[in-house]
């Protein structure tokens, strides 16, 4: 299920690849020198002082959609469906991926967690950057991006702008409920979201390059299946306007005709009564 991209593609991904990394290595900085003291005191005192009952319970239960075994539940949920070559298998391996690179970069840095009196549920382990912010960063919004581009190519919009909100929006409050339950600093936190970040458009672009084409949900390439399924001598409309006419297959014989169905078995059956009807013959 695919469909041409414009042809005037910019390259603004790489330019904005090396932003987020220059921006993670400045995040980094911050830390490792102790500039980043002052900051992150200020907004931990300030999120601290909006606990109460109700919300920690609502953090408590939000933070655990960032969770390894959470995230690990819903890939393995994923790859049993039978969509697992759509879905299933490329946001776990984006899963895998974010979680050893982040691991590695902890054991390196090693920055220990705030103030244990703080804490508002257990953690164990090193602070920098967010575990929690990194994978659920990558997870969802690579899980966000295949659906957007699944349901776009549907023309089921609404679905399309339900991803497009939600999952960003579970991410973020993923991020901040680290904060709240003060298991991590606010620069643990930017750091985990820059470097998912990072590690996300990496893993876009090798899988509109490199994933296989029979099995990409991407906007490389038409799709054959789909375009028969509307109208198979033009490009499918993605933006409302039919496109330029496409050049068929040269192997002919893989265009079937469309399935008969009882609507259209109708007007043929129409159409031939009126072939055969007499010229002397009434209505």
């Known amino acids: 299920m695919e469909y041409y991209k414009p042809k005037n593609e910019s390259n603004i991904k790489y330019v904005v690849l090396v932003v987020l990394i220059g921006l993670f290595v400045l995040n980094l900085w911050f830390v490792v020198t102790g500039l980043s003291e002052t900051f992150d005191l200020n907004v931990m005192q300030f999120v601290y002082d909006i606990r109460d009952g109700f919300l920690n319970a609502i953090m408590k239960f939000i933070t655990r959609a960032g969770d390894t075994v959470t995230i690990a ?5 994923l790859v049993v469906l039978p969509t697992r070559v759509r879905f299933g298998i490329p946001v776990a391996v984006a899963a895998v991926v974010a979680g050893i690179i982040q691991y590695i970069l902890k054991h390196i840095i090693e920055r220990a967690r705030p103030d244990q009196a703080m804490w508002l549920i257990p953690e164990d382990g090193y602070s920098f ?3 929690h912010s990194n994978a659920s960063f990558v997870f969802y919004l690579f899980l966000m991006i295949l659906l957007r581009r699944y349901f776009i190519i549907g023309k089921n919009t609404g679905a399309a702008n339900l991803a497009f909100v939600a999952l960003p929006l579970l ?11 003060g298991v991590h600093y606010p620069t643990d936190v930017i750091g985990g979201w820059l470097l998912g970040s990072v ?21 490389d390439a038409p799709s054959w299946e789909y375009a028969r399924r509307k109208r198979p001598w033009r490009k499918p409309q993605v933006t409302g306007k039919v496109e330029d006419m496409i050049d068929f297959p040269k192997n002919r014989s893989t265009w079937k005709r469309p399935g008969s169905t009882a609507k259209r078995r109708v007007k043929e059956e129409e159409r031939q009564r009126r072939a055969e009807r007499k010229p002397g013959d009434g209505e």
């Open 73 to 77: 539940v819903i890939c393995v949920v």
């Open 129 to 131: 950057p967010s575990g």
């Open 171 to 181: 991410v973020a409050v993923i991020g901040g409920s680290r904060i709240y339950l």
């Open 199 to 219: 590690i996300l458009i990496v893993i876009v672009m090798l899988y509109d390059n490199f994933y296989p084409t029979k099995n990409r949900i991407s906007f």
